[in-house]
């Protein structure tokens, strides 16, 4: 049989390079880049959605572990009105925290723009929550309660770079809904 392009560039081999690519292409970046970037998300949200602290309550102090399971890093999202801090920690780091959320990258991210049911992810089995439930169910009606997207809110961190992230972010889920 002869080796052509389409023997080798499979669809499968495609849906499987594009489902780890977010994997792949963060692997070798080095968190220290990377957390500038989430910090200045935390502060953003925090300063454009001061709301949803509020609707936190009790748990607005809470560490909530956010475990992408296809990156090679976790994050710890610790809501606080004051000073707001996501951070990134390789996986094996395993930082302490009050509750879990662990899912696929993309499930998360849809999860946090609306267009996935959390309840439904996680009765699918492809959301897993640990530790403080009850904090975990008050971030999710936060987020909830967002007027608009709170993607929107991220991506409206970068500034004047959020109209290229907006286009990347949206080019990435339009591969993946054609070929996942």
Do not use: W
């Amino acid at each position: 049989m002869l080796d052509t392009p389409q023997a080798r560039y499979s669809p499968s081999a495609l849906r499987e390079l594009l489902r780890h690519a977010p994997e792949i292409l963060l692997m070798p970046v080095p968190l220290a880049l990377l957390q500038p970037m989430f910090s200045r998300i935390a502060a953003h949200v925090a300063q454009s959605r001061p709301e949803l602290f509020a609707r936190l309550g009790p748990h607005a102090g809470k560490r909530f572990l956010i475990d992408p399971i296809d990156l090679p890093f976790v994050l710890v999202l610790t809501p606080r009105e004051d000073a707001p801090a996501l951070a990134a920690h390789r996986r094996h780091a395993r930082p302490a925290h009050d509750a879990g959320i662990a899912g696929r990258f993309f499930d998360l991210l849809d999860m946090i723009d609306g267009s996935l049911d959390g309840d439904a992810l996680f009765f699918s089995r492809k959301l897993c929550v640990t530790g403080d439930t009850e904090a975990v169910v008050a971030l999710r009606n936060a987020l909830d309660d967002f007027e608009g997207s709170a993607l929107d809110s991220v991506v409206g961190s970068f500034g004047a770079l959020a109209p290229p992230a907006a286009l990347g972010l949206s080019l990435l889920r339009k591969m993946r809904g054609k070929t996942l």
